[in-house]
């Protein structure tokens, strides 16, 4: 099951910011909060990742809380080529192997409109 | 350009037949994995090689089958006993396990 809990849906306007949110309250300290996103019917990309500090890179900006418990992806000029579903991750250990899987819940669907 | 190949993108079988879909990277990842999508749904992980000659289950395998002989190379089986086989099939693959993954651009099975 996935520990993380995103909103279904979300609206933004070309060219503005688009900050979409993760709560993840029982994240362990060891484990790392990832960003994917996933146009129709197409694999998912991986956008970024990070452990407590605030990241950012040439797709996006993420924002970690403190208490580590929730997190915010923030594409600062939203193109309608953004328009995708966006799974926020954090690392699951495998039940036999111990191996990190990644867990893809059902994310935030983000529609950016003109 | 360095990346990860599915093919076919799309395929029809019978139901009752077995079929396999290839998954090919030439970004010389050590680690791969099959994830099947449901529509609507999240990703499941059906089987995942963290090196050549190596794989282990995932959340989904009964009715799946897998082998790594290959680096480059972790081909899935979708078998006759895998009773929901029409779905969107995933392949991934990344440097080591807890690296960043790249996708396939993936595989729509449609078992008639």
């Known amino acids: 099951d996935a520990k993380t809990t995103q909103p279904p849906s979300m609206d933004c306007a070309e060219g503005r910011a688009a900050n979409l949110p993760c709560n993840h309250s029982?994240?362990?300290?060891?484990?790392?909060v990832y960003w994917y996103r996933q146009i129709h019917s197409q694999g998912p990309q991986y956008i970024i990742h990070?452990?407590?500090n605030n990241e950012t890179n040439e797709m996006a900006s993420l924002i970690i809380t403190e208490d580590r418990k929730s997190s915010t992806l923030i594409l600062p000029h939203a193109t309608l080529r953004d328009t995708a579903v966006y799974y926020c991750i954090v690392r699951a250990p495998s039940m036999n192997t111990g191996f990190q899987k990644l867990v893809f819940g059902t994310g935030t669907r983000l529609l950016v409109s003109p | 350009d360095g990346g990860i190949t599915q093919s076919p993108k799309y395929l029809f079988r019978k139901e009752g037949q077995n079929v396999t879909l290839s998954c090919e990277q030439n970004l010389n990842h050590d680690a791969m994995y099959w994830y099947r999508q449901d529509p609507g749904q999240g990703l499941r992980l059906i089987y995942y090689?963290?090196?050549?000659?190596?794989?282990q289950k995932g959340d989904i395998a009964e009715g799946y089958s897998v082998s790594r002989e290959k680096k480059e190379s972790f081909p899935l089986t979708v078998t006759s006993a895998q009773k929901n086989p029409t779905a969107f099939y995933l392949c991934a693959s990344s440097i080591s396990w807890d690296s960043p993954y790249t996708f396939g651009s993936g595989t729509r099975l449609t078992v008639v």
């Open positions: 990070g452990l407590k």
């Open positions: 090689s963290q090196i050549v000659n190596d794989f």
């Open positions: 029982t994240i362990s300290g060891n484990e790392y």
